[in-house]
C-alpha cells in the first residue's frame, strides 16, 4: 500500500474509529476501467454482483458507471430499486429461490433467472406470456478451490443440460419466453478458456429458445492482490465476445463482483498490545 493510502486509513481510523471497513473510490474506478474496451461494444453489458459488497456508497458508484446489478434476494432487489437502478438493468438470479420470490420478481417487474424445474413450473402455472431468464449449470469445473467451483456437474447452481428440452418445452407450452441464458463458472478463474468454453454451450443449446435475447457469462475474473499487474488479458476477452455476438447476433452480460471491489476494500483495527516471545 502506498504512503498516501496509508495515510487515509490512519485518518479514517481516527475519523471513525476502529475497526472499520474503507473503500477507495479510485480503485473501484480503476478495476471498473479494465472494461472501458467492452463498454464501447454495443451489445456488451457490464453489471456488479452485489454479494461481493451490498455497501449503499459502494452501488452509487456503479449506478453512476452506467452498470447493471445482479441481485440475488428480494432485499437486494429493494435496494437496487431504491437507488434508481432502472429495472431493465436489475437481474434477480438468486440460487433455488422458493415461490414467494419468484412472485415477489414479478411483481416489480424484474425478470428472474430460474434455476431449477420447480421454479419454472411454478411460474408456468401463474404467470403466462412472460418473459424469463434460465441458469445453467456449464458442467466447467474452475476457480481457485473446490468451494468456489460452482459450474462442476455435481453443483446445485443452475439446470443441467439434460433439462434443457424440458425447460424449453415448459416455456413453449406456456407461453414463457426465454431471453437470457445465463452461467457461473466459479471464483477466481485461472484463465479466459472457460468462457469460450461456457459460449460454446450457448451455442450448442440456443436454439432451444427462439425467444433469446442474450447470454450471461457470469463473472469470476481473478484478483491480482500482490502487485496492479492484471491475471488476464481484457483485449483477449474482447474478441471472444466479439466473435461469439458476429456469429449469434447476441447480447453478452458479465456480473463481476469481487474483482471490482476486494483489492479497493482495507480493514482498519486497532493493535491492543506486541507480545514479545523468547527466542
Known amino acids: 500500500i502506498d504512503s498516501s493510502r496509508k495515510h487515509l486509513l490512519f485518518k479514517s481510523a481516527r475519523t471513525l474509529g476502529a475497526p472499520a471497513y474503507v473503500y477507495f473510490t479510485d480503485q473501484i474506478m480503476e478495476n471498473i476501467s479494465v472494461f472501458d474496451s467492452l463498454r464501447n461494444l454495443s451489445f456488451f453489458k457490464l453489471n456488479y454482483a452485489v454479494k461481493a459488497n451490498p455497501n449503499i456508497n459502494i452501488l452509487r458508484i456503479m449506478l453512476n458507471q452506467g452498470m447493471g446489478l445482479d441481485v440475488v434476494s428480494p432485499g ?23 415461490e414467494e420470490e419468484i412472485h415477489y420478481a414479478f411483481q416489480k417487474n424484474i425478470i428472474p ?25 456449464p458442467a466447467i469445473e474452475d476457480g481457485a478451490y473446490d468451494k468456489i467451483q460452482v459450474g462442476g456437474k455435481a453443483s446445485k447452481f443452475g439446470l443441467p443440460f439434460v433439462d434443457l428440452k424440458e425447460v424449453s418445452q415448459i416455456a413453449e ?13 466459479g471464483s ?82 486497532d493493535i491492543n498490545r506486541v507480545k514479545s516471545v523468547k527466542n
Request: a negative charge; proline letters at 4%; aromatic letters at 12%.
Open 76 to 98: 437486494e432487489l429493494d435496494l437496487a430499486l431504491e437507488l434508481g437502478f432502472k429495472k431493465d438493468r436489475i437481474y434477480f438470479t438468486p440460487s433455488n429461490a422458493p
Open 173 to 185: 407450452n406456456n407461453q414463457l419466453r426465454v431471453v437470457i441464458l445465463h452461467a457461473h463458472v
Open 188 to 269: 477466481e478463474l485461472s484463465g479466459l478458456s472457460s468462457f469460450k468454453r461456457l459460449l460454446h454451450l450457448f451455442e450448442q443449446y440456443h436454439q432451444l429458445f427462439p425467444s433469446l435475447k442474450a447470454v450471461n457469462i457470469g463473472g469470476g475474473y481473478p484478483v491480482n492482490y500482490s502487485s496492479e499487474e492484471l491475471m488476464w488479458n481484457p483485449s483477449e476477452l474482447y474478441d471472444i465476445l466479439e466473435k461469439f455476438h458476429n456469429k449469434m447476433g447476441l447480447q453478452i452480460l458479465t456480473e463481476p463482483g469481487k474483482f471490482l471491489v476486494s483489492n479497493a476494500g482495507f480493514y482498519v483495527c
Open 113 to 137: 433467472i430460474l434455476d431449477h424445474i420447480h421454479g419454472l413450473k411454478f411460474v408456468a402455472h401463474g404467470y403466462s406470456d412472460r418473459e424469463i431468464g434460465i441458469r445453467i449449470n
